[in-house]
C-alpha cells in the first residue's frame, strides 16, 4: 500500500509565492517520474510540471519562469516552487507518481487527495 501527502496550499495574493510539497510512503519499489497536475472549476485537469527521474522536467506555457519542479529521491518527495502567482493559477493541484510498489506486478499513476491554491487580493 502507498499513499501520497500533499501540503503547501493556500490563499496568497497576486504576485506571492507559494511551495506545494507531495511525500510519497508506504511500500515503494520504485518512482520514476513526479508531477503536479491542477483542475480549476469548469475546466479539465491539465499538467503543470513533470520530472523525470533523471532530472529532465517539462512545464505548462503558462507556468513557465514562475514555476519550478524538482525532487528529493531520498525523501520520495517532489516540490512546486511557484512565484508571481495570478489569479487564473487558482486551482485545485494534485500530485502524480508514476511508482511500482511491492509485489505490484508493474508501475501505475498515483494520485494525491489536492490541494487547493488560491490567489486573490
Known amino acids: 500500500q502507498v499513499q501520497l501527502v500533499e501540503s503547501g496550499g493556500g490563499l496568497v495574493q497576486p504576485g506571492g509565492s507559494l511551495r506545494l510539497s507531495c511525500a510519497a510512503s508506504?511500500?515503494?519499489?520504485?518512482?520514476?517520474?513526479m508531477g503536479w497536475y491542477r483542475q480549476a472549476p469548469g475546466k479539465e485537469r491539465e499538467l503543470v510540471a513533470r520530472?523525470?527521474?533523471?532530472?529532465?522536467?517539462n512545464y505548462a506555457d503558462s507556468v513557465k519562469g514562475r514555476c519550478t519542479i524538482s525532487r528529493d529521491n531520498a525523501k520520495n518527495t517532489v516540490y512546486l516552487q511557484m512565484n508571481s502567482l495570478k489569479p487564473e493559477d487558482t486551482a485545485v493541484y494534485y500530485c502524480?507518481?508514476?511508482?511500482?510498489?511491492?509485489?505490484?506486478?508493474?508501475?501505475?499513476?498515483?494520485w494525491g487527495q489536492g490541494t487547493q491554491v488560491t490567489v486573490s487580493s
Open positions: 502524480n507518481v508514476e511508482m511500482k510498489a511491492l509485489y505490484s506486478p508493474g508501475p501505475r499513476d498515483y
Open positions: 508506504g511500500s515503494i519499489f520504485s518512482i520514476a517520474a
Open positions: 520530472i523525470t527521474s533523471g532530472g529532465s522536467t
